[in-house]
């Protein structure tokens, strides 16, 4: 069993930057292929960005691309989304992934709300 925590989330005017960080359990945190998704009110959740589990692979929504930048420290079980040009638009619940050789783990989710 895998536990997500993800925290760094806030309210924020637009063009602010934020860091999210994802703190994961389990003792082969550096096999876990690590994402992020988030669910805007209304909306389903989607995809914003995922590393693989050196870090050296990385893959983004559109969306964020050029924004947004996922990282990981495997000495400390952490993933990160750091934000930067917030926009309205990125208004959501950030969800933290794992994917343990197919078995998928879920985070409890951390607003964040961008302000005009």
Known sequence: ??????SG????????????????SGR?????????FRQAPGKEREFVA???WSGGRTDYADSVK????????NAKNT?????????P???AVYYCYADEVG???WGQGTQVTVSS
Do not use: H, K, P
């Open 66 to 73: 050029g924004r947004f930048t996922i990282s990981r420290d």
């Open 89 to 91: 638009e990125d208004t």
């Open 1 to 6: 069993q895998v536990q997500l925590v993800e």
């Open 9 to 24: 989330g806030g309210l924020v005017q637009a063009g602010a930057s934020l860091r999210l960080s994802c703190a994961a």
């Open 103 to 105: 078995t998928r783990f």
């Open 28 to 36: 082969t945190f550096n096999t876990y292929t690590m994402a992020w």
């Open 79 to 87: 993933v990160y989304l750091q934000m930067s040009n917030l926009e």
């Open 50 to 52: 995922s590393v693989n």
